[in-house]
């Protein structure tokens, strides 16, 4: 009866040790389009299958390169100004990029190291953007921690 327990127990352990799935994605595109699909869109569905495995993705999004058009609080104030494509529909994406945040847990990780090249201050990031000293130290821990790597350029 002993090892029936014991063998219960090791199964249910087991069985909950694998309810969750976590992914890095290494974001540096300027490309709007690249963007939509392989952040906003992928990340919705690729959570939407785990949940109906009955498993939890945890997603963290290292953003550096091109990619620090999307978290601005106003792009209108920065370099990014003169981008036609950016501006046009900015009010829009800045929304679903928050939804990522409040809705499906994203975590937004921001390289400290290059804001300056593209004149960015904290104060010029939306608040649930964390600043780190730069991707790299993001994109080690991540992938010390488990998570799997998919670059986004």
Known sequence: M?????????????????TSVKVVYDLTTKNIKA????????????????????????????????SYRYFTVDPTKTEYKTDKELLADYTNLKKRVKTMHD?????????????PKHGLQAKDIVPYVKIIPNSTIGLIDRQNEGYAYIPVN
Do not use: R
Request: charged residues 25%.
């Open 2 to 18: 002993k090892k029936i327990l014991l063998l219960l127990l090791t199964l249910s352990t087991l069985m909950f040790a694998e």
């Open 103 to 115: 809705t499906y847990d994203v975590e937004f990780l921001m390289c400290g190291a290059g804001m």
């Open 35 to 66: 963007f939509e699909m392989k952040i906003l869109k992928a990340i919705v569905a690729n959570k939407a299958y785990y949940e109906s495995k009955l498993k939890e993705l945890d997603v963290t999004v290292v953003i550096h390169g091109g």
